[in-house]
Structures are given as C-alpha cells and as structure tokens.
C-alpha cells in the first residue's frame, strides 16, 4: 500500500528571510528557490506583496517572479494583505494567493492596520478578485493559538475568521503558531472546530519552534488528518510584528521525522539540509535544524 502523502509548504523564501537583519537580493533569492526546487519543493512560498518600507527584506517580489524558473508541476505563492498586493500579484504572475487574516485586533492592528472584522471584508475582495483572475486563494489564520499582544486567542474566534475565509472562496484555510506558542492538544482540538466549519476547503498548518514544541504540533496535525504543513529550509523565520517569535519547524527535520514515520512527502532530506546550511553561509548564521548543523545527510536522502 502506497505511504501517505503529506505536502510540504516551503516559506524560506518568504517567511524564512522577512525577519533576517540583512536582506538578500532578489538574485539570491531566487538562487535559494532553485535549489528547493532541486531538493524536491513544489510548492514555495516565493515572495510577499507588501509594503517594502516596512518589510525590505520582501522588496523586489517582481524582480524575483521574473527570474524563477517556471516548471510543470511548480506553485509559486505569493503573500497579499491587499487588494493593491493582490494587482501585483497577478502582474508578476503567482501561481495561488495567500492572505494572512490575523484571530487577534492586537496583532492585526499592529501588522496590518486594521481590525479583523475589516481584515475579514477586505479577504471577501481580494477572493473575489482572485476568483475572477482564476488564481487560487488560501487564508491563513494567524495568531490561532495565541498573540503575543493579545495573550491567550479564543478558539472560537479562529473558527469564526476560518469560516468566513472559507465561505469566501479560500480552497485552503491554514492555522498559524505566529509565536509558537501551541502545544498538541490544543492543535487536535482547533483542527477539529475548524475542520467542521470550512466545508471543503483543506486544512493547513503552519507552526513556529519558538518553546521546542513545533515538531509534535505537526505530528499531531498529521494524526488528525492534516496533510498539508509548512515549513522554512534551515529552520529559518518569524515576524517582524510579533516580539519573540523565532524560527518556523525546519522542512529538512520535519521531512526526517515524516518519512521515518512512514509518510511521504517528495522532500529529499539531504538536499533540503543542504540548502539550509547554504542559506546559513550566506546570512551568516547557522541554521536551527538540526540536520544540517549536526550534518546528519542519512543514507538516500529520502
């Protein structure tokens, strides 16, 4: 019998560096795309259509859709909080479109300027637009599992910004650890609200190792029924809007831990650890898996 399949999300290229003090070029960027690609990546977080004044690490998300390489079987996703992000999205050319819908006014304020009640109006927009341009839109819930302005997040808010993503058009709904604060019970039990209330759409899941528990959260998600996670190469990431929010699980040690559970992703682990210390090399840091630092490459890759 054929091993199940968990997709792998790869946001190094977004998430892992919108954080780094030193921002890569838009030709390094798309250097470390090429070589997720070669470690079996197929679908990345490429780029984020935001405001490069706040976020300059994400300027040049054109420049770089330009340069990657374009291949069957390839999906590029690129980051909007806007209708105006949305526009340039579909000019440069994005395969799907995602948007961050924050559970909490505290976080959502400060990162998005605006309550999440107008978050929720503006996503019934931006879905509608992309609707029509035929791209394929994804919400991501951030803050599900707690906000570092807001403290503890109610569940029930997460099941009400879920729903409505969903009833919106989103084909996949995604419950972000901003801050890492998750542990697995409280990811069985947000998986279960929120699976019942988006009907058809996937469920997603995107967690931070800030407090070492990122790993188990994915295991948990998988055992209930969650076949699409995200993951940064190295290990790399978090916000610049949220104090305390470190890196995402490493796709190289949460590749490892599935495929040794028996569940295949696509992700040649040594290749991925690879990349990851290449990307390590060129920010000057050391990438938090522990695959590449430990330089565990086991037998096969896969």
Known sequence: ???????????????????????????????????????????????????????????GAEEVMAAVPRREGVSYIGLVLNRRGLDRALEAGVDEVNVAIPATDG?????????????????????????????????????????????????????EVARRAAEAGAVEVALADTIGVGVPRQVAD??????????????????????????????TAVEHGVTVLDASVGGFGGCPFAPGATGNIATE???????????????????TARAGTWLGSVLGEPPTALLGRAGVFPSGGR
């Open 1 to 59: 019998m054929a091993a199940q399949q968990v997709e792998i999300v790869e946001v190094g290229p977004r998430d892992g560096l919108q954080n780094e003090e030193t921002p890569l070029s838009a030709a390094r960027r798309v250097e470390l795309i090429e070589r997720l690609l070669a470690a079996g990546a197929r679908r990345v977080e490429a780029v984020s259509f935001v405001d490069p004044r706040r976020v300059p690490q994400m300027a």
């Open 107 to 159: 976080f959502c304020r400060r990162n998005q300027g605006c309550s999440v009640e107008e978050m929720n109006d503006a996503f019934a927009g931006i879905a509608a637009a992309a609707a029509d341009a035929g791209v394929p839109i994804s919400a991501t819930v951030s803050t599900a599992f707690g906000c570092p302005f807001d403290g503890e997040t109610d569940p029930e808010r997460v099941v």
């Open 190 to 219: 947000l998986v279960e609200r929120v699976r019942k209330a988006v009907g058809g759409a996937r469920l997603r899941c995107h967690f931070h190792n800030t407090r070492n528990t990122g790993y188990a959260n994915a295991h």
């Open 253 to 271: 040690d949460l590749a490892f831990q599935l495929e040794r559970s028996g569940l295949h992703t696509g992700v040649d682990v040594t290749e």
